[in-house]
């Protein structure tokens, strides 16, 4: 992606940034800090473009139980799985109020990798909303079930992928993980056949119930799952602690063992809100920016996110530009492998 591309989208996805700096004197009077001192006076509406049950869902409720301590309310979440994303953001966009008491939750990641293979309808990313909340960076991975299946290793999915076309459970095709078992197809010659199950908690179950092969999802879920689960490829450069890669089971990293060049394939879930409620009401949101920030660096969430059984050294939290620079990056990936994403290649 030239230079040029990059500052442009940045601007775009910072619009609402502007806008917040834009009215900071005014947010810093008395009259308003009176009104925003108000805020929230009621539960915040979070919607969640993806159904309960998968990765997403347990971030924003491990989040959520240490953000309204700050916020000092409640939130009232509502789920929309669907469209690989697609439905719930088209509700959000559609119905969510632009005062910032509705949020969106979702995985930056595959929903980015979305309006790369198709632009969404009825508004425009980047401009019509605004990530700024990212809770984790989750990298993606092969698995297969612990006990049930006959492959123990990669290698062993390669061989009998070259041999017959293995059927791979995932949670959406334009995902990072969907991405990286194309790219290892394409490398090494081995057919896969991509299943979207809708969601992580129907994914594990495809290939736990053995009706799929294998699966690729983010492997944090693979991680708390690992007595069910066996890890066999990780698309990322990074190594982890001894004990997260054992219950990885040690699994081989992507590059290091093929000798493919693919960058990190991260999932990543965040918040989002809709960049109108940024214009119209910059004082609210600075409040949610600055009371996430404090939810983000209090202990108490690395204690909530281990009571999932999910890894804690993959929360990172990113604010408004680090966002915007991720979902830059993963629409580079994705349209540098879009013609796998849509099956033209």
């Known amino acids: ?88 953001y088209e509700k959000y966009m559609g119905i969510a109020k632009p005062d910032c008491y509705t949020l969106l939750f979702g995985n930056m990641g595959p929903e980015v990798l979305n309006w790369v293979v198709k632009e969404p309808q009825g508004f425009k990313f980047p401009g019509d909303y605004v990530y700024f909340n990212r809770v984790d960076v989750d990298p993606s991975c092969i698995f297969v079930d612990a006990k049930k299946s006959p492959f123990k290793s990669i290698d062993d999915i390669v061989a009998e992928g070259k041999k017959r076309t293995l059927n791979v459970a995932c949670s959406r095709i334009a995902h990072p993980a969907s991405l990286g078992i194309l790219a290892l197809g394409k490398h090494t010659g081995a057919k896969f056949n991509l299943v979207p199950l809708s969601g992580g908690r129907n994914t594990y179950a495809g290939v736990s119930s053995g009706e799929m092969d294998l699966g690729a999802l983010p492997l944090s879920g693979i991680a708390a799952r690992h007595k069910t689960f066996r890890a066999t490829l990780i698309f990322d450069d990074e190594t982890y602690s001894k004990g997260l890669m054992e219950n990885l089971y040690n699994a081989p990293l992507a590059n290091k063992h093929f000798g493919m060049k693919l960058p990190p394939l991260l999932s990543a879930r965040a918040f989002a809100i809709k960049t109108e409620a940024i214009e119209k009401h910059p004082d609210r949101f600075k409040i949610l920016e600055e009371t996430a920030k404090k939810a983000a660096a209090d202990p108490a969430l690395k204690v909530a996110i281990e009571k999932t059984k999910a890894p804690t050294e993959l929360l990172r939290y990113g604010d408004r530009e680090q966002c915007a620079k991720y979902a830059e990056e993963i629409t580079a990936i994705g349209e540098e492998y879009k013609a796998l994403l849509k099956g033209k290649a």
């Open 1 to 88: 992606m030239n230079d040029l591309l990059v500052q442009m989208r940045r601007r775009a996805v910072l619009k609402g940034g502007a806008a917040a700096i834009g009215g900071a004197a005014l947010a810093s009077t008395p009259l308003v800090r009176a009104f925003a001192a108000d805020f929230p006076s009621e539960n915040m509406k979070v919607m969640v473009a993806t159904r309960e049950g998968g990765g997403a869902d347990r971030n924003l409720r491990a989040f959520w139980s240490v953000w309204k301590k700050y916020l000092k309310t409640d939130m009232e979440a509502s789920f929309y799985p669907g469209g690989a994303g697609r439905v719930g």
